[in-house]
């Protein structure tokens, strides 16, 4: 049985992706920034935490618990605007293949054209985490860049002093270092995010029953599946844009390639995916959490909207 009870108006059901966009945004914050705290330093200072435990007991020796939620109002800043940008873009998308293919509007989409859909509103959503993404990984990355002696000691470490420092420094597109690389992140990556959530949502759905219809478990349990999906995909492309968010804090600038190729060299290929287990371990949770809030709360409001 569908959700819709009567056609909403395209800016009434705008309205709505957005808003549960923004409710699956926070959730996903709150259940992950720990380990996404990790994944940034493990990524950007591979040389100084050996392994997961390591990193996890230096970071907590140095600086206690608030340490790991270093970056948490970015952060939020961040997958907020990016997800609700990004659910309202999917929606967007979905009436786009919808059309182009011919389809009838109540006709569900496959999980394959789902999945180019997520793809396709990746490219919006680039555009609004890239100035908060930079912000969140120089914060998170603060200490060990002031450790390392990138950074002076005393180098401010406030939300609003990074952000001054990125204007003063480059000005207002200086908020876009790493673009390229996140829109290679984010495309690839979001085909196997909504494709690994579909296809999850898909093996759940009994015959004769709709999607609509499953429980919190299998929500949340498909919505880790496609989190999964997404960084064992797109983790080396995340690694090379985190280098470039933070340490062009220290006036190194580097192009994607040019900064694939020297950790390549340099370090090996074992630092490309330095931190890959915090965010596997981060993938479950975080992302269950997102589409089970964006689920739930879109169901209320089509419910209320269409009542």
């Not at 340490?67 to 800043?77: E, I, R, S, V, W």
Request: charge should be positive; aromatic fraction near 10%.
């Amino acid at each position: 049985m569908s959700l819709d009870k009567k056609p909403l108006r395209p800016t009434v059901q705008a309205a709505i992706d957005l808003s549960s966009g923004a409710i699956g945004g926070v959730a996903c914050v709150y259940t992950g920034q720990p380990f996404d705290t990790v994944k940034v330093k493990m990524q950007t200072f591979p040389n100084m935490y050996r392994n997961v435990v390591e990193c996890v007991k230096k970071t907590y020796r140095d600086r206690g618990v608030r340490a790991f939620y270093q970056g948490t109002t970015p952060a939020l800043m961040a997958h907020i605007s990016e997800n609700a940008v990004l659910f309202l873009s999917y929606g967007f998308c979905q009436r786009v293949v919808r059309n182009l293919s011919g389809m009838d509007s109540k006709v569900d989409l496959s999980d394959l054209q789902k999945a180019a859909s997520g793809s396709f509103a990746s490219v919006f959503a680039s555009l609004a985490i890239c100035p908060t993404e930079l912000v969140k990984c120089r914060m998170q990355a603060m200490h060990e860049m002031k450790t390392s002696g990138k950074l002076a000691e005393g180098h401010p470490s406030t939300v609003w002093a990074v952000i001054k420092s990125v204007l003063k420094t480059d000005g207002p597109l200086g908020l876009y270092q790493g673009l390229s690389s996140t829109l290679m992140r984010e495309m690839p990556g979001y085909f196997f995010f909504f494709g690994g959530y579909e296809l999850g949502r898909t093996f759940f759905t009994r015959a004769g029953h709709s999607k609509d219809q499953l429980g919190p478990i299998p929500l949340m349990v498909s919505g880790g599946f496609g989190g999964a999906c997404l960084w064992l995909a797109v983790y080396p492309i995340d690694c090379v844009k985190s280098r470039i968010q933070v340490l062009s804090m220290a006036g190194e600038q580097a192009g994607f390639f040019s900064t694939f190729r020297n950790i390549l060299m340099k370090e090996g290929i074992k630092a490309i995916y330095s931190g890959l287990t915090p965010t596997m371990i981060r993938a479950f949770p975080a992302n269950g959490a997102l589409f089970l809030a964006y689920e739930l709360s879109r169901r209320a409001m089509m419910n209320h909207m269409s009542n």
